[in-house]
Every structure is written in C-alpha cells, then in structure tokens.
C-alpha cells in the first residue's frame, strides 16, 4: 500500500534551518513534491523536484528551500534555511500532482 511517511519537524526560531525527510514506498518515485498546510489555510505546494532532479519552488521559499531526491532510498528531502513565523505549518509529501493519499505530515514551528 502506498506509504509516505514524513519527518524532521520541530520548533525552530526565526531564521534557524530544518531538514524534513519523506520516505516513500508503494507509489511510482517519480515527481514527489512539499506541501504544507497552516492553521486555516488550504494546502500548498511548496516545492516538486523531477526524476531527473528538476525542480521548481514556491514564491514564499524561493532562495530559503531546496528540495532533493534519493532515488535508491526512496526519499525526498526539503533543507529549510532562514525561516521565518509564517513558514509554520503542518508539511506533507506527496507525488506531484499529488495523490489522494496523504501521510501523517510534520509539524513545522517558528517562533518570532
């Protein structure tokens, strides 16, 4: 069954960095994207790196994030640099377009 399993979250004060680990099984590794939702906000995409290891971010991370890949394990990776209050929110992996299944997400604070 498809599993995504996320980590790496924690509270974190403003421009301190995090690392957030996906680890991804039962769907085709192809285009896996970051998304994140915060409280009262629709889910967003944040970034999605290719197969080949394109990769395209959101305005709001731009220069702040890199997402990255391991193909042999499985796993994307989002480094989070400079962080700021509203970077808090509950992130997710997810294919690119995502699927309808969802991990258990990792919380993500920023204290000011």
């Known amino acids: 069954q498809v599993q995504l399993v996320e980590s790496g979250g924690g509270l974190v004060q403003a421009g301190g960095s995090l690392r957030l680990s996906c680890a991804v099984s039962g769907i085709i590794f192809s285009i896996m994207g970051w998304y994140r939702q915060a409280p009262g906000k629709q889910r967003e995409l944040v970034a999605f790196i290719t197969g080949a290891g394109g990769t395209n971010y959101a305005d709001s991370v731009k220069g702040r994030f890199t997402i990255s890949r391991d193909n042999a394990k499985n796993t994307v990776y989002l480094q989070m640099n400079s962080l700021k209050p509203e970077d808090t929110a509950v992130y997710y992996c997810?294919?690119?377009?995502?699927?309808?299944?969802w991990g258990q997400g990792t919380q993500v604070t920023v204290s000011s």
């Open positions: 997810n294919k690119y377009p995502y699927g309808i299944n």
